[in-house]
């Protein structure tokens, strides 16, 4: 081999070489995620923290690969227009938004930034999509239920937990998008099951404090609080009337069981939240929001609180044990 060969080919391995120190020392692209939940850090930080791990699972770093603002709601579905616009403004790749009042926020607002949805209650019948195959413009993610279905269990639940009971309270936001899906569900099973319900109604703190006012001057015997994201941030409040009380009370999801209610039914919440970093990765790698389909919960969970129960002085039937997924002691 000529000396002008070697040389040529050492050549060409330096400019080899000079590459691929070149690509490596190129920056990792930073994608920027906005994040909005519906209530507070406080009571639904676990959602965020499930979001969080489903992108670790798909090799994320904070700080390296991405950067996530986050911004909370506060319970109030006013604010969700004023939190979209503002992380619009960051230019934010993708928006992820909590409950049906985000995912219409988002819908409504007119942009073009993609946006996945967790924990939305029946995207179809309030507009947000299209369709679960074909969601259609720039929005797509994870629903809680699609139609009717699993409200009227609640009533059920508590009839089985508490047999003699004959009237139940149900708190209620009557702005919450899928109101009027709980009010028919739950009228329909107390009919069923010979229970008489009356409805206590709060769209924000005062009229809360005023329907739990009256829900304690009616002495009604067992609680159901439809999903809310109110409920959530007043969850303390909540809380004081039912142990005062002693009222057998069930809520839409774990949460609430875990900081000390009674039972819950209803999908998981994280579990939505996690899944849908599964549709962010997607879309960070270029999927059109219009070709994700919408995914439905997979399962339901059944939640008892045997320290709850203990503390309001009742004894959770075999049968209704029996059915729930977990039980804390």
Same mark, same amino acid.
């Given at each position: ?7 040529? !080919? ?83 790749? @993708? ?6 009042? =985000? ?23 309030? =507009? ?12 797509? %993610? ?6 009717? %279905?699993?409200?009227? &269990?609640?009533?059920?639940?508590? &009839? ?80 004081? @009337? ?35 970093? @599964?549709?962010?990765? &997607?879309?960070?790698? =270029?999927? &059109? ?22 503390? !309001? =002085? ?16």
């Amino acid at each position: 081999m000529t000396k002008a060969r070697v040389l040529s !080919i050492l050549f060409v391995v330096l400019l080899l070489a000079v590459a691929v120190i070149a690509e490596a020392q190129q920056p990792t692209k930073m994608s920027r995620i906005g994040f909005i939940g519906a209530s507070s850090a406080v009571t639904s930080g676990q959602n965020l923290e499930a979001f969080r791990q489903g992108l670790r699972d798909l090799h994320y770093v904070e700080g390296e690969n991405i950067a996530i603002e986050v911004r909370w709601a506060g319970g109030s579905a006013q604010r969700f227009p004023q939190l979209i616009a503002e992380l619009v403004g960051l230019k934010v790749d @993708v928006l992820l938004v909590s409950a049906a009042a =985000g995912a219409l926020a988002a819908k409504n607002a007119g942009i073009t930034t993609p946006v996945v949805f967790a924990a939305v209650t029946d995207p179809i019948g309030y =507009g947000i999509i299209h369709s679960l195959a074909r969601p259609g413009g720039n929005i797509t %993610g994870v629903a809680l239920a699609v139609g009717e %279905g699993f409200s009227g &269990k609640w009533v059920e639940l508590l &009839k089985e937990t508490v047999p003699k009971v004959s009237r139940m309270a149900v708190l209620r936001n009557p702005s919450h998008p899928v109101a009027e899906v709980f009010l028919r569900e739950t009228r329909a099973a107390g009919r069923a099951l010979g229970v008489r319900l009356q409805f206590f109604e709060a769209r924000d703190p005062n009229q809360l404090d005023t329907a739990l006012w009256r829900l304690e001057k009616e002495h009604d015997q067992a609680l159901i609080v439809t999903p809310d994201p109110l409920f959530g941030t007043q969850r303390k409040r909540l809380f004081e @009337v039912i142990e005062r009380h002693r009222l057998p009370t069930i809520f839409h999801n774990k949460e609430f069981v875990d900081a000390g209610g009674l039972m819950s039914y209803g999908p998981s919440f994280p579990d939505s939240y996690r899944r849908a970093a @599964v549709y962010v990765d &997607k879309i960070l790698k =270029g999927t &059109k929001p219009a070709d994700l389909p919408v995914e439905q919960p997979k399962k339901f969970e059944f939640i008892i609180n045997l320290k709850a129960a203990k503390q !309001i =002085g009742l004894t959770i039937p075999p049968n209704v044990l029996a059915r729930a997924d977990r039980v804390i002691k």
